[in-house]
Nanobody, 121 residues
Framework: QVQLVESGGGLVQPGGSLRLSCAASGSIFRIYAMGWYRQAPGKQRELVAVITSGGGTNYADSVKGRFTVSRDNAKNTVFLQMNSLKPEDTAVYYC???????????????WGQGTQVTVAS
């Protein structure tokens, strides 16, 4: 069993900052990419940022220059630093990780439970 537990969401004013964390635990052999997705009401889930095990990153155009994804491989944790937040960043943010649970096994996507981020004055 693999679990992803997120923390750090909340209510923030426009222009403010929040830092999300997501820790993976359980039967883990290797973690490949880790990242964040978000889903606003009435919209499809979209990629926000992803980071590979080697530290390569990719961002949605809408968050480039404002959000930074990072990870601590020793702690199986991924972070999302969100600065200059806008009302349109309001969404449920989901952590995602590609994890192999056994040696030589196929890696699968795992999801966190989601954390609400609300940007409003």
């Amino acid at each position: 069993q693999v679990q992803l537990v997120e923390s750090g969401g909340g209510l923030v004013q426009p222009g403010g900052s929040l830092r999300l964390s997501c820790a993976a635990s359980g039967s883990i052999f290797r973690i490949y990419a880790m990242g964040w997705y978000r889903q606003a009401p009435g919209k499809q889930r979209e990629l926000v940022a992803v980071i590979t095990s080697g530290g390569g990153t990719n961002y949605a155009d809408s968050v480039k220059g404002r959000f930074t994804v990072s990870r601590d491989n020793a702690k199986n944790t991924v972070f999302l630093q969100m600065n200059s937040l806008k009302p349109e960043d309001t969404a449920v943010y989901y952590c995602n990780a590609v994890i192999a649970t056994v040696v030589g096994g196929t890696a699968s996507h795992y999801w966190g439970q989601g954390t609400q981020v609300t940007v409003a004055s």
